[in-house]
């Protein structure tokens, strides 16, 4: 079992920037594909970004590419997503997730492991 928690959300103005952080704890950490979701009130729950075990892979959703970047440091298991160039339909709960496979990265059903999410609300 892997449980992750999430930190870093927050309030911030349009074009502002914030970093999300993902700890994780129970399993070996190196080996899972690692992602970020989101979730607006009224919408499905989307994909942002992804990274492999190593973090030598990652993908992009097109809405962010460009502006956000997911990274991670496996010593101290953690992943993070800095995002940058924030607007308002940013604005949602941000989910970290966890598999073991790399593909497919960006299906929900496929991911495991999900954090409690933390609220980016990014004001116009």
Do not use: H
Request: aromatic share 10%; hydrophobic share 35%.
């Amino acid at each position: 079992q892997v449980q992750l928690v999430e930190s870093g959300g927050g309030l911030v103005q349009a074009g502002g920037s914030l970093r999300l952080s993902c700890v994780a704890s129970g399993r070996t950490f190196r080996p899972i594909t690692m992602g970020w979701f989101r979730q607006a009130p009224g919408k499905e729950r989307e994909f942002v970004a992804a990274i492999s075990g190593s973090g030598g892979s990652t993908v992009y959703a097109e809405s962010v590419k460009g502006r956000f970047t997911i990274s991670r440091d496996n010593a101290k298991n953690t992943v993070y997503l800095q995002m940058n160039s924030l607007k308002p339909e940013d604005t949602a709960k941000y989910y970290c997730a966890g598999k073991s496979a790399w593909i497919p990265v960006s299906v929900r059903t496929e991911y495991g492991y999900w954090g409690q999410g933390t609220q980016v609300t990014v004001s116009s």
